[in-house]
Each structure stands twice: as structure tokens, then as C-alpha cells.
């Protein structure tokens, strides 16, 4: 398994920008554990236990609420589930890379490290090492969101609130929609998913967020279903 500079280079290059912008993101996640009441060695080591930012804050949200633990479990799990996609996606360029370093693989992945990913192996220049480019494009952003949550939970108590530093973390994951939204499935659980949640937001315990990403998920997979039996029926002909 060879990791040639080009593909590292390549790695560097689109990575290190991405992972500057997840800066605030971070920051505002290690400040929300302190908040949610988590203590600061709590708060320090969770970002480097959990590598999920959307999920921690769902869970300091509901802890700070006095939420049951079976409804983070149940809410966190399903914020998660979408990475379990990214690896089945992801898995057809990790043909020849040893399974150990697949399982190192799957902890790193990140939504703006798996559109990154897609968006260069399927482009006219795609790395030489899946791997190189991988770890080149990933790690950047690992280490430099890990730093800021970890900053977040030291310093977070000094931001004034003035900043709405807030405000960066919908700011990221819009983003990252507008690039991923390809076919009518995509767009419709986006729009089924994103309704539903806000329509719902005052349910309690932020259950309509849960009700929401369920019904998106069940429209862009029916959407889906659909779109391959047509398609190959038309094959058929």
C-alpha cells in the first residue's frame, strides 16, 4: 500500500481549508458540554471519544433539559446513523486498504471530510492513494476541531455572547447541503426531513428533530426504491 506525495499534497490542500472553517464549530461544542453542567475534564475528553460535534450537542442540549438517558441514546444514535451511509459509500474506493486502518478510517469520518472525499475521487484527477489523501485531508480538521472544543471548554466562558459565534454551526451544515443535495431522494428527505423538524420543535425533549430525520429518511429511501425500478425497467426495454 503505497502513499505518495501527490495524494497527501492533494489531501492538504483541500482539507486544511475545511478544517479551518470547523473552528467555531468546535469552540461553540466545547462551551455548550461546560454549560450542559459536564465538568472540564468531561468536556475536554469528550470530543476526542466522541468524534461527532452534531450529535454532542444534541446530547448537552438534552442533558441540560434533565432528558432520560434512553432519549439521548435513542436521539444521538439516530444523528449517527448517517455516518454508517458515508462508510458504505466510502467503501468502494477502500478496495485495497487493510481492514485495521478501515476501522481507523471510520472514526475520522466527518460530513465535510466525506463530501470532500466523494467530490475528489470521483473527479477527473483522483488520488493515487486513497489512504494518503484520506488521512492528508481528515486529520487537519480532527486535530484542529479536538483544539477548539478543547479551547471552548476552557475559555468559553469569556466569549461575550455579542459574538453569536453560535451562529457558525448552521452556517457549516448548510453548506455542506447545498453540495450534497444530488437527485429528486436527496431533495425530498431534505425537505421532508427539515419540515417535519421545524413544525415540530416544540415537542419536548427535542423529539422533533428524531421525528424528523425518521420521516426524511423513510421519504429518500422510498424516493429512491423508486427511482432504481423505474430505471430499471427502462433498461429492461
Known amino acids: 500500500m503505497n502513499v505518495d506525495r501527490r495524494s ?18 468546535g469552540a461553540i461544542t466545547g462551551l455548550a ?29 438534552l442533558i441540560k433539559v434533565g432528558a432520560p438517558v434512553l432519549v439521548i441514546l435513542a436521539t444521538t444514535t439516530m444523528i449517527n446513523l448517517r455516518f454508517t451511509m458515508y462508510s458504505a459509500s466510502l467503501s468502494r474506493y477502500l478496495g485495497g486498504v487493510p481492514r485495521f486502518w478501515r476501522f481507523v478510517a471510520a472514526f ?10 466523494v467530490h475528489r475521487f470521483e473527479s477527473d484527477a483522483p488520488p493515487g492513494s486513497v489512504l494518503g489523501y484520506l488521512a492528508a485531508s481528515w486529520m487537519p480538521m480532527w486535530f484542529l476541531w479536538t483544539s477548539s472544543a478543547v479551547a471552548g471548554a476552557l475559555l468559553g466562558a ?5 459574538w453569536h459565534l453560535d451562529f457558525a454551526v448552521p452556517l457549516v451544515f448548510l453548506a455542506l447541503l447545498a453540495g450534497a443535495l444530488r437527485g429528486r431522494p436527496a431533495v425530498l428527505a431534505a425537505a421532508v426531513g427539515g419540515a417535519l423538524a421545524v413544525v415540530l420543535a416544540g415537542l419536548p425533549l ?5 421525528v424528523g430525520s425518521l420521516a426524511g429518511i423513510f421519504v429518500g429511501t422510498l424516493s429512491g426504491g423508486r427511482e432504481r425500478r423505474r430505471a430499471a425497467r427502462e433498461g429492461a426495454r
Not at 475545511?18 to 467555531?24: D, G, K, Y
Not at 454549560?35 to 442540549?61: C, E, H, N, R, T
Not at 475520522?108 to 472525499?117: E, M, P, Y
Open 206 to 210: 427535542n423529539l422533533g428533530m428524531l
Open 158 to 162: 469569556v466569549v461575550p455572547p455579542a
Open 108 to 117: 475520522f469520518i466527518t460530513d465535510q471530510g466525506f463530501v470532500l472525499a
Open 33 to 61: 458540554a461546560v454549560q450542559a453542567g459536564l465538568d472540564k475534564l468531561q468536556a475536554i475528553l469528550m470530543p476526542y471519544l466522541v468524534f461527532a460535534g452534531a450529535s454532542q450537542l444534541a446530547a448537552y442540549q
Open 8 to 25: 497527501v499534497a492533494m489531501g492538504l490542500r483541500d482539507g486544511v481549508p475545511l478544517a479551518v472553517a470547523v473552528i467555531p464549530f
